[in-house]
């Protein structure tokens, strides 16, 4: 399988979103990534149910919903409503794990657990069989355009160990700090998608950057 990028919709124009969402659409992209942040799980606030519904209206892709929030099972079955297709949720904000888990797969989502940089791959070994996503957040969540944390090329090859010993289906995704040269060597550890934001908002031609980053 061809690695897949996933644009992260933090770093459009809020102001012209839908003519983003149409720019993803025509490229190259595979996902659209829409982080969601509550203030509490990370000094930052988000977009919430409104604006993923507007996005949805318009992306003829998956959404890729990455939440940063407390208490995520209160919000499973409007996630789903809002257009969510995956939904990933954090390690360190679930209490019961296992029971988040299964209510994304019963809402009908595929599922995802992120893991902080601070959290180790360990943690996920008996929840892996029941994932289809992994996501290595490679930067504290937040904010974006943050330094890439070197140690997440680590955690992505112990991954994908995990991941090959239980025989888990599940991809390993990366977020945080992601261009040219981190991207390829994410890919080279053993990454399926790149999530991509500044680095690809903030350049001349995002669709080309899109492109670049696809043919990594």
């Not at 606030?45 to 949805?56: D, H």
């Not at 180790?120 to 330094?147: A, R, W």
Request: glycine share 6%; charged share 20%.
């Amino acid at each position: 399988m061809s690695h897949l990028i996933s644009p992260s919709v933090l770093s459009c124009d809020f102001a012209n979103i839908q003519r983003d969402v149409e720019m993803i659409n025509n490229s190259t992209a595979d996902w659209f990534h829409v982080d969601v942040m509550d203030g509490v799980f990370v000094p930052n606030i988000s977009f919430g149910f409104p604006v993923i519904e507007a996005i949805k209206k318009h992306a003829t892709k998956p959404l890729d919903v990455h939440l940063m929030i407390e208490n995520p099972d209160n919000y499973i079955l409007e996630f789903k409503k809002a257009g969510a297709d995956i939904l990933t949720v954090h390690y360190e904000a679930c209490r019961h794990l296992h029971r988040t888990i299964q209510a994304i797969k019963e809402a009908g989502m595929k599922v995802g657990v992120a893991l902080n940089p601070h959290s180790p791959v360990s943690l996920l070994e008996d929840v892996i069989c029941d994932l289809d996503l992994v996501l290595i957040m490679s930067v504290n969540p937040g904010y974006g355009g943050q330094k890439f944390i070197q140690h997440a090329l680590t955690k992505v090859k112990q991954a994908k160990e995990l991941i090959l010993k239980s025989g888990s289906k599940a991809l390993i995704e990366v977020d945080g700090g992601v261009n040219a040269s981190t991207g390829a060597d994410l890919l080279k550890a053993g990454a399926d998608v790149l999530v991509a934001g500044s680095f690809v908002f903030n350049s001349e031609s995002p669709i080309k950057t899109i492109e670049d980053l696809k043919k990594l």
